[in-house]
């Protein structure tokens, strides 16, 4: 049987303490989480655990005063109760500032995203039906899951987003959804800072579902990648590497520094690449303080979700460099997910995220130059009235 604990409105950390059937995934620290609450959120911490299974997981709904919580299902090793929250918190913002009639959620998986396939459905079908009755949660992809693990809880509980589209669904990841939202903001905030997109030098840290997709969509308007990498190294090439040859090398399940073509490098030697563009498209808290010093760009979009820590955005930001965060750049994903969710086509997709983050990024950008506030403090600023006025008009 499934073991779940949840505690509506209450310290994140006292319901950690007290929950003798969630993994201890941070050490045992668990007032670094509880000093994420604060006014907005969460509305629920949600510990699962199934013996039989061996199903390890975390639930977090953040905020749901604009509508239910859409947010992906992440499948690590190393995730953790706080990332649940901050991924949640973005999840947040994100559907704020994209003006989306949903709140924010994220839910997190202790297990290899490799294991095999029969694995992963039945711990995937435990989760589904552990949520069964959190129906303010709409589960969605995220890192280690795809459109055929949301066809599994669709199956169990009638409700995911990124469905095959055999389903009727619009899958996000094979379309590239949020690859294509970050050129869209890319080619806006070009406008902003001391870059030329036709021949930009790209970086992409992370070369997967979104990293992949967000080099095609920029080759495609003129830039020019000249460094990618995974988990297992960089491929450097400042003559240009071949984006679509690249794609086909990492269908087949091989590494970058797999390719033909280019200098081969350890996996943190991406930093340090000398670029235009420089787009982090993997994990939170790539960026730190401690290496944040190390990057040579002028404009930085967030592809993936909490990928600086803040002190690595104000020390950049003081540098000069241009950073679009997290939830205003890669909110393609979540925009598609919405529109599968009320009945809409790929082609409205499209046109609703370029139509979404052509007019969020010029707003953010435009308040931060007017302000002098770094572009995340702004982006926060408006969407946060945005929750709070959504709030204003629901009774808790």
Known sequence: ????????????????????????????????????????????????????????????????????????????SDVSVEEAFRLARAMTLKNAAAGLAHGGGKAVIWADPK???????????????????????????????????????????????????????????????????LAICAEVATQFCEVELEGARLVIQGFGSVGKHAARFLVERGAVLVAAADSQGTLVNLEGIDVSGLIELKKSGQSVIDYGEGEKREREAVIDIECDIWIPAARPDVIRADNCDRLNTKLVIQGANIPFTEEAEKRLHERDILVVPDFIANAGGVICAAVEYSGGTEAIAFQTIEEKIRTNTTLILDEAMNTGMPPREAAVDIAERRVRTAMNYRRY
């Open 1 to 76: 049987m499934t073991r779940v604990k949840t505690d509506q409105k209450q310290p994140i950390a006292e319901q950690s303490k007290h929950d003798s059937a969630a993994p201890r995934t941070d050490n045992g620290n668990k007032e670094t989480i509880f000093r994420f609450a604060d006014e907005l959120g969460p509305a629920k911490i949600i510990h699962i655990y199934e013996p039989s299974t061996g199903l390890k997981a975390v639930l977090a709904v953040d905020n749901v005063a604009c509508g239910s919580s859409v947010g992906g299902v992440r499948m690590a």
């Open 115 to 181: 294991q095999p396939l029969t694995e992963k459905e039945q711990l995937l079908r435990a989760f589904a039906g552990a949520i069964r009755d959190i129906t303010e949660y709409i589960p969605g992809p995220d890192m280690g899951t795809n459109e055929g693990c949301m066809a599994w809880i669709k199956d169990e509980i009638n409700r995911a987003v990124g469905l095959p589209s055999e389903m009727g669904g619009i899958p996000l990841d094979e379309i590239g959804a949020t690859g294509f939202g």
